[in-house]
């Protein structure tokens, strides 16, 4: 079993960045993908990014590419999301998620999810 505890969220205005955080327990993240997914009210939960277990191999939504960058340390089973160039339409419960099949887009794919941390992005 896997406990995955996000942190890090908060209220920035539009053009801010904020780094959010992932630690896991329960077992190494080692030999896992993680991914971060997002969820605004009334709306499903998208896709973010995905790392793979190395951190040599990153996806990401074409909403976020080149403003949001996914990273892991495997040491301190820890994955990161920085946002940088924040926008009101970034405002959503994140989640962080991790796989035992790969990374990838797909909900499906991941074995465990966090709870969540609140990002909101004023204009």
């Known amino acids: 079993q896997v406990q995955l505890v996000e942190s890090g969220g908060g209220l920035v205005q539009a053009g801010d960045s904020l780094r959010l955080s992932c630690v896991a327990s329960?077992?190494?993240?080692?030999?896992?993908?993680m991914g971060w997914f997002r969820q605004a009210p009334g709306k499903e939960r998208d896709f973010v990014a995905a790392i793979n277990w190395s951190g040599l191999g990153t996806y990401y939504a074409d909403s976020v590419a080149g403003r949001f960058t996914i990273s892991r340390e495997n040491g301190k089973n820890t994955v990161y999301l920085q946002m940088n160039s924040l926008e009101p339409e970034d405002s959503a419960v994140y989640y962080c998620a991790a796989s035992l099949k790969g990374p990838g887009g797909t909900e499906s794919l991941y074995d465990y999810w966090g709870q969540g941390t609140q990002v909101t992005v004023s204009s």
């Open positions: 329960g077992r190494t993240l080692s030999n896992t993908a």
